[in-house]
């Protein structure tokens, strides 16, 4: 076993990680024409369990299956039939086979809901996202009781992961969906008690950590994934976000996940700007690039103020890299997440020496300059490089969903292509069944 990636991790609930690695969450789109889990992903994490990380977070399960990250989400949308729930824990029980943990990432997509899903999103108020393509709604703003009803959900589908055999939840507060959006004065421009102050604009995601505490009890893990900063003018700041990073620290969460970025900003996939006004960007200052590749900035920042363990993913491909993040003491668990699409079994080579630097397939993703020509359509280029490159690594969940090895030799334009039929073949499942 090598260095500090192998050392176990207590956490403040008492619950143990058995080394410092994790697999990030990403989307994986294997949930069937009812949103419920499926023997593939049971195939997809059973290879990942059996890969070696201490702890496997899965991608977006929606608390409310009329906004959904995408068609294939999992949703836990009231209570579970018989079917339902045993299908849950066949997924967790897989997923927990390498004798690591099971974190179940909770969420609502809010006005990132594609059309596909849902024309008609919701949000903190009625403003829409600021992308090409018309992928997007205009969003109506949630009433009232529509967010204490949303609360609830949050906590309703904590109980059932835990009921069904994950060993925790994270609260997805990150990445411009709904609680993220809360948390931006750009997106939130509320004048009742859920906007205008920093106080205000967090005070859902409080009350949801507060109501999935309540509704698990205090042995259970809760984690909360958190953006250091929008990276958008007019967002949610970073020293926003260490304010908000203080205020969970006096709740009960025990690993904080540092992240960044929007749908408009993805910078959390190492993205550009994907709006049609690119002006509206921060301005890429040092230590934003830092924050953007690495997001090791805002955990030094945090350390300083906070006592809760702390997840960084992004940027991270050596062993060597990985020890002396950890050995610093301002990170304590390293989130993979690309590395882990093309070989599940990157922690155990890790950890036991056979690997000292993580795949990179990014190169194998890049338009080429003779397209980026005097008349190009920018903004369309922008989205099929950057639609691209995320359906490139979703398709490779996909195929190890259905037992196949990761296609490396995939390109970019068929990875789009068949990235987006897929979609809309499973969105049509998803209106039938419904």
């Known amino acids: 076993m090598t260095g500090k990636i192998a050392e176990p991790l207590k956490l403040p609930c008492g619950a143990e990680l058995k080394n410092r690695l994790a697999k990030a969450a990403m989307t994986e789109g294997l949930g069937d024409a009812m949103n419920r889990a ?30 959904m990250e995408r068609p294939g989400n999992v949703a836990i949308d009231g209570p579970q039939s018989n079917e339902a729930m045993e299908a849950l824990k066949r997924y967790a029980a897989a997923g927990t086979a390498g004798g690591n943990h099971l974190w179940m990432q909770i969420s609502h997509a809010g ?9 008609h999103p919701v ?43 994950f060993t925790g939840v994270q609260i997805h507060a990150a990445h411009g969906y709904l609680l993220s959006e809360f948390l931006s004065p750009d997106v939130n421009t509320r004048t009742d008690d ?5 106080e205000n604009r967090a005070r859902m995601l409080l009350e949801v950590v507060r109501a999935v505490r309540m509704a698990v009890g205090e042995y259970f893990p809760i984690a909360v994934k958190l953006n250091s900063a929008d990276f958008q003018r007019g967002g949610f700041t970073h020293e926003e976000s260490l304010k908000v990073a203080a205020w969970l620290n006096e709740e009960s969460v025990d690993l904080l996940e540092i992240s960044g970025g929007t749908y408009e900003q993805p ?105 980026l020509g005097p008349h190009s359509p920018i903004s369309l280029i922008k989205a099929l490089n950057g639609w691209g490159q995320q ?27 068949n990235y987006q039929r897929n979609e809309e ?5 998803l209106r039938r069944a419904t």
């Not at 006005?111 to 024309?119: C, D, G, I, K, M």
Request: aromatic share 8%.
């Open 38 to 67: 499926t023997p593939a992903l049971e195939t997809l994490y059973r290879r990942w369990a059996e890969g070696g990380a201490g702890l496997l977070l899965t991608g977006n399960v929606q608390v409310d299956r009329r906004y």
């Open 111 to 119: 006005r990132q809901t594609p059309a596909l899903v849902n024309p």
């Open 123 to 165: 949000g903190p108020s009625d403003k829409g996202l600021d992308m090409p393509g018309g992928q997007f709604g205009k969003p109506r703003a949630l009433r009232e009781e529509e967010i204490w009803d949303t609360i609830a959900r949050f906590a309703h589908t904590a109980r059932v992961a835990q009921d069904a055999g």
């Open 194 to 198: 859920w906007g205008g102050s920093l």
């Open 267 to 371: 910078r959390m996939v190492g993205a550009d700007d994907m709006t049609l006004q690119p002006d509206r960007a921060e301005k890429r200052r040092e230590s934003t690039i830092a924050r953007e590749a690495y997001f090791l900035d805002y955990a030094k920042d945090i350390h300083k103020t906070v006592n809760m363990p702390l997840m960084v993913t992004g940027g991270f491909r050596s062993a060597e890299g990985m020890n002396a993040a950890l050995a610093s003491g301002e990170v304590d668990v390293i989130g993979l997440g690309r590395p882990l699409c093309v070989d599940a079994d990157v922690p155990r080579k890790l950890l036991s020496g056979e690997m000292r630097e993580t795949p990179a397939f990014e190169k194998t993703l890049r338009i080429g300059p003779w397209i």
């Open 391 to 417: 359906g490139w690594f979703c398709l490779q969940l996909i195929r190890m969903g259905q037992g196949l090895d990761p296609d490396t030799e995939m390109g970019v334009f068929s990875a789009f292509r």
């Open 425 to 429: 073949r499973t969105a049509n499942k």
